[in-house]
């Protein structure tokens, strides 16, 4: 079982930047992908960003070109960069992991951007 700890998360204006990070328990060596999903109230969960073990990337169209995903293997961390921040990337920021048969969320981290 992989813990996912996230922290980084607050409140922020808009045009602003947040780095939210995720530690794992264990070597994310082992994970096949990690990344970012986000809830914003009474809205489904989406994908934000991911990254598989051998550095492959995907964003979510509304994120491209303000987020960046990156991750440090000796840390066993994986960061999201968010940059010119908006009201609407309000949300619950979720790490994610997952390895074949199993996946693995963290608690959660609030992000509020202000107008």
Same mark, same amino acid.
Request: charged share 15%; with cysteine.
């Given at each position: ?7 980084? =998360?607050?409140?922020? &204006? @808009?045009? $602003?930047?947040? *780095?939210?990070?995720? +530690?794992?328990?264990? #070597? ?6 990690? =990344?970012?999903?986000? &809830? @914003?109230? $009474?809205?489904? *969960?989406?994908?934000? +960003?991911?990254?598989? #073990? ?62």
């Amino acid at each position: 079982q992989v813990q996912l700890v996230e922290s980084g =998360g607050g409140l922020v &204006q @808009a045009g $602003g930047s947040l *780095r939210l990070s995720c +530690a794992a328990s264990e #070597s994310i060596f082992s994970l096949s992908v990690m =990344g970012w999903y986000r &809830q @914003a109230p $009474g809205k489904q *969960r989406e994908m934000v +960003a991911t990254c598989t #073990s051998g550095g492959r990337t995907n964003y979510a169209d509304s994120v491209k070109g303000r987020f960046t995903i990156s991750k440090d293997d000796a840390k066993n961390t994986v960061y999201l960069q968010m940059d010119s921040l908006k009201p609407e990337d309000t949300a619950v920021y979720y790490c994610y992991a997952a390895r074949p048969m199993s996946i693995y969320w963290g608690q959660g981290t609030q992000v509020t951007v202000s107008s």
